[in-house]
């Protein structure tokens, strides 16, 4: 389970921001082919923050919708996953949103 | 677990240098391996308060950092001391069972007097793998991940440094066998390859496709069942080129021998393309 790792990076990261001050919220953005389960982030980030400045500290995730643009013809879809077809009957298509892995912010007190 | 650098995330992992063969390590016993508990916090511990960060004020923080930042960094160190040694890094994904360690085998003996070849294995237990690529001759070092499902930039980096790869030879990493987490983990190779083997479904792209979407080359293997096998080729490529229109493909038989002078001509090639890289 990859999310183990990831949830142990987000404590890393907010960890040496913060620099010793308690992080109460942490907001992460996760996308829809980012290949990661929301709530398997959550199960392991509860178990990751204990004992760190982030124990107890609310997650916040905002999961970003998969977006991808047509090779053949420029259009732009939605891209629930990697086997979306355009409109014109290509399944060219390039993802343009939705693989961001990144923490986006965090609240400190 | 360590904030600088999540150290405790490493604590299960052990890096191994690999005996020849299941019998010396029979006779030889645990001394056989460099067992080796990696090293833990020694480095940032030296570093003085002055050097930790300010504790940030109160309030929201904007933070925008790639979760796997660190892991990329670390890979880029690692191709970085790839580029440097023309070394040519590959990382071999799949499933369990695909035939990653028998394609070694046979790639490192009917190759390894033309190009070296050294290997890093993951597995989450046992040294087994790597004792049959040292069987070959070959340096292999094995990585028991623990509870780990997946390599990282670290691991490898830890792996290397055991490993000591010579100048100009090829590296295998054989990851840990599974078709998700190897995915989003950079280790810092040239290309990730893909094994799929005939005993598998041919759709197994669409079911997944991260994996096959980061992979380069996809070497179909066991092809030498086919006579046994419902498996339609031709539909277990088109999946592939539906998630990756891009990636290159290969039919192989580890044991029979068919399609392995592709493969080897793809290694010689991707070989000259590493060392050009560098020189550049």
Known sequence: ????????SVVEICAERAGGARVRRVTLEIGALAAVM???????????????????????????????????????????????????????????EGEALRVREMEVS | MCTTCGCSDAAGVLVRRAAAGRRAA????????????????????????????QPAAGGTVPVEQEILAKNSMLAERNRDGF???????????????????????RTIRDLGHELPIAVIGGDQATANDMQRIAATGCKAVQINTGTGCHLDADMVARGLRELAPSSGSIVMIENVGNLVCPALFDLGERAKVALLSVTEGEDKPLKYPHMFRAARLLLITKTDLLPYLDFDIDRCIACARQVNRDIEVIRLSAKQGDGLNLWYDWLRTENVRAGAGAAA
């Open chain 1, 1 to 8: 389970m990859h999310e183990m790792s990831l949830a142990q």
């Open chain 1, 38 to 96: 929301p709530d398997a982030i959550r199960f392991c980030f509860d178990i990751c923050t204990q004992q760190t400045v982030l124990e107890g500290a609310v997650l916040d995730i905002v999961e970003i919708a998969g977006r991808g643009r047509c090779r053949r013809c420029g259009s732009e879809l939605p891209m629930p996953d990697f086997l979306a077809a355009c409109g014109c009957g290509s399944i060219d298509i390039e993802c343009i």
């Open chain 2, 26 to 53: 029979a006779e030889q016993g645990e001394r056989q391996f460099d067992y080796r508990r990696l090293a833990q916090h020694a480095t940032h511990e030296e570093a003085g308060p002055e050097e930790r960060p």
């Open chain 2, 83 to 105: 580029g440097q040694r023309h070394i040519l890094a590959l990382n071999l994904v799949s499933s369990p069972g695909s035939g990653k360690t028998t394609l070694l085998e």
